[in-house]
């Protein structure tokens, strides 16, 4: 086909489109030309390329696929803050090579041929490239299809996306005051800690540091005061906001297995809606141990990367929520088939929604959410003025509710010269993760 005769046949798609609903069946009849054999006009990839930008002081990293139509590309989120720089190159480096060429409607196959392009597999910063091209992928085909990418996995099961708000509080009343100020907003579901996750202090003075090991900068978390501070908000939200708010709590992973078991138990009077992460992924065994001793519902797997660490201890019923972080696990392709997995265990989903994922792979979580039966809640984060401005059309949050821009594909794009206003800092994010017992031990998130 000429280059002329591919044109007029693109616009006359575009008129398809625009006329859905009107009776019009095939719109190359209309131009004169013989009907489409083999589905759309060819789209090839022309590039790939790593957006990084830090407006908050944290770093994300957005791909963009660049495709042969003029003006038709994609964005995903290949955020993966304490490694940017990794990521960039992994991007830069050899994802964009790999790319450059292949078929940009083939998400399946550029998929399967990523993933396993490195013999290596499985891991943090590959998967996140993999993840910012799989979501830049779905984009276009959304935009291609002039349809949200929620429509072409399904369709929606719900109106909205459930989602919890994150309270905290140095104290249990404060954390009360916080969970009453989240209900006031239409929340129906909040998840509850006291200080930082595992109640960790900068301020105490624990032995490691008088005897000058570690660094000044790491944390100290001493398990008594998590595991009592932890009884203590639970106690006391439920008795300042009432028996029907939901109430989640994360534990980070950071308390030895039994204790860990030992404080969800004491946990069951106060009815919470899930536990979040009780075992490092190392610990995945005791799983059995704790559903054998509670029925509280439990959440896992934000820190998972490989289907090998999931997939067993979804067969076994070991939790009732999948929480894998979307960039992790390579974008929405496999989180589709983790969700559907789900679907055959009853294992709800409740993706990873920090404020280390772009408003982009926000986007992403909640175009899943609206579609796969078996969503359970989405966890969410504030857009400030700023990341709005650099991501148009990002999810918004009304009664506790997030929606989605119900534009075509996932609906949010990027103003890249804003996002280069604020580059990656050249120093990566470590001291967040440096976490110490009282003997200076490294406990492991
Ligand atoms: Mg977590």
Redesign the pocket.
Known sequence: MNKLNRRSMLKGFGAAALGAGAGIINPLKANGEEPRKNGLPPLKITKVKAIATSPEGIELVVVKVETSEPGLYGIGCATFRQRAHAVVAAIEKSLNDFCVGKDADNIEDLWQSTYQSSYWRNGPVLNNALSGLDQALWDIKGKRANMPVYQLLGGKSRFAVDCYAHASGESPGAVADDVTKYMEQGFRHVRIQLGGYGTTSLTAEPDYKKAGFGKQSDHYMDPYVYTKGTQDIFETVRKQCGKKVELLH?M?ERLQPMDAINLIKSLEPYRPFFI??PFSPENNRYFKLLRENTSVPIAMG?LFNSPHEWIDPMKNLWFDFIRIHISQIGGITPAMKVARLGEAFNIRTAW?GPGDVSPVGHAANAHIDLAVWNFGIQERVNFSDKLREIFPGAPYIENGYMYVNEAPGLGVDINEKLALKYPLPDVQLNNWTQVRKNDGTIIRP
Do not use: Q
């Open positions: 994360d980070h979040e992460d934000e990873h």
